[in-house]
């Protein structure tokens, strides 16, 4: 498909998210954790995560898929043929047909239902790029907490606080969906660096991957004009850190061309706290 047809689609899905925004109020979506990632960061995230891959081809998961924004982002900034496959599952009905509307004729298969219940695949995925819902901790009720805890407990076998929000749980279960040496990249809230309830993150990051960039926006910087929170853009590849492992930390600006930036030995980090 021609790069003005994919641009005519993402005129289409800008409109769709508007209308779809537009049904729920803005404590709905803040319940949902529904807060849509801009077009140009978007576009700005899966062009970095491309340089990251190589030039291999792609198996593409969004675990909380929206309307699709990044997935027409790789569709603007790759060419069809490195599309392996795609697939992307959102909870929300409405969202779901919406991109399956959208982007089935892509390639992309659309999934209706919760990430944190779907069983494993058989096949792993070779990039996952997502903004998971960002729902906080007062939003899920005791029996939820218990599943998702107990799930976690089978995956990764680690403990998670009671605190923690919803993207959580979507970063550290999407472990087993990613293939080995797959690349992930996360766009959350940066409060996980700072907060207690963010050490399950923290010590993931540090010893079960290799965290390859933490690139935070500046706090003044929002990027969603919905939500009071500052977000991070998180990278890591599913494989044990090399000895002498340094972590490129970068702020302010777009992750491309950061305002200031320096590299943290691992060692380092992990004896951190925070």
Same mark, same amino acid.
């Given at each position: 498909?021609?790069?003005?047809?994919?641009?005519?689609?993402?005129? *289409?899905?800008?409109?769709?998210q508007? *209308?779809?925004?537009?049904?729920?109020?803005?404590?709905?979506?803040?319940?949902?954790?529904?807060?849509?990632? =801009? =077009?140009?960061?978007?576009?700005?995230?899966?062009?970095?995560?491309?340089?990251?891959m190589?030039?291999?081809?792609?198996?593409?998961?969004? =675990?909380?898929?929206? !309307?699709?924004?990044?997935?027409?982002?790789?569709?603007?900034?790759?060419?069809?043929? !490195?599309?392996?496959?795609?697939?992307?599952?959102?909870?929300?009905?409405?969202?779901?047909?919406?991109?399956?509307?959208?982007?089935?004729?892509?390639?992309?298969e659309?999934?209706?239902?919760?990430?944190?219940? %779907?069983?494993?695949?058989? *096949?792993?995925?070779?990039?996952?790029?997502?903004?998971?819902?960002?729902?906080?901790?007062?939003?899920?009720?005791?029996?939820?907490?218990a599943?998702?805890?107990?799930?976690?407990?089978?995956?990764?076998?680690?403990?998670?606080?009671?605190?923690?929000?919803?993207?959580?749980?979507?970063?550290?279960?999407? %472990?087993?969906?990613?293939?080995?040496?797959?690349?992930?990249?996360?766009?959350?809230? !940066?409060?996980?660096?700072?907060?207690?309830?963010?050490?399950?993150?923290?010590?993931?990051?540090?010893? !079960?991957?290799?965290?390859?960039?933490? %690139?935070?926006?500046?706090?003044?910087?929002?990027?969603?004009?919905?939500?009071?929170?500052?977000?991070?853009?998180?990278?890591?590849?599913?494989?044990?850190?090399?000895?002498?492992?340094?972590?490129?930390?970068?702020?302010g600006?777009?992750?491309?061309?950061?305002?200031?930036?320096?590299?943290?030995?691992?060692?380092?980090?992990?004896?951190?706290?925070?």
């Open positions: 498909m021609k790069t003005r047809d994919i641009r005519n689609i993402e005129q *289409r899905r800008l409109q769709e508007l *209308r779809l925004d537009a049904l729920k109020t803005a404590a709905e979506r803040n319940k949902w954790g529904q807060f849509a990632t =801009p =077009p140009e960061l978007a576009r700005s995230i899966i062009r970095y995560a491309l340089t990251q190589g030039g291999k081809p792609v198996r593409f998961l969004d =675990p909380a898929v929206g !309307s699709g924004s990044f997935f027409s982002a790789l569709c603007q900034e790759s060419s069809p043929n !490195s599309i392996a496959s795609a697939v992307g599952i959102e909870l929300d009905p409405l969202f779901a047909k919406s991109a399956n509307d959208l982007w089935a004729t892509l390639g992309l659309i999934v209706q239902g919760d990430f944190t219940q %779907h069983p494993i695949p058989e *096949r792993p995925f070779s990039l996952i790029v997502s903004n998971p819902p960002y729902v906080r901790h007062h939003h899920l009720t005791i029996d939820e907490k599943r998702l805890k107990a799930r976690l407990g089978q995956s990764l076998q680690r403990d998670i606080s009671g605190l923690a929000g919803l993207y959580c749980y979507f970063l550290l279960l999407c %472990h087993d969906w990613l293939q080995d040496g797959g690349l992930a990249v996360w766009l959350i809230p !940066s409060e996980f660096m700072d907060v207690n309830y963010g050490i399950a993150l923290r010590r993931y990051l540090t010893e !079960s991957v290799t965290l390859l960039r933490i %690139h935070r926006f500046c706090p003044t910087d929002l990027q969603f004009t919905d939500a009071l929170v500052s977000s991070a853009v998180v990278i890591f590849r599913k494989e044990p850190p090399p000895m002498g492992h340094r972590i490129r930390f970068s702020l600006g777009p992750i491309e061309n950061p305002m200031s930036e320096a590299f943290v030995q691992l060692d380092t980090l992990a004896h951190s706290g925070k």
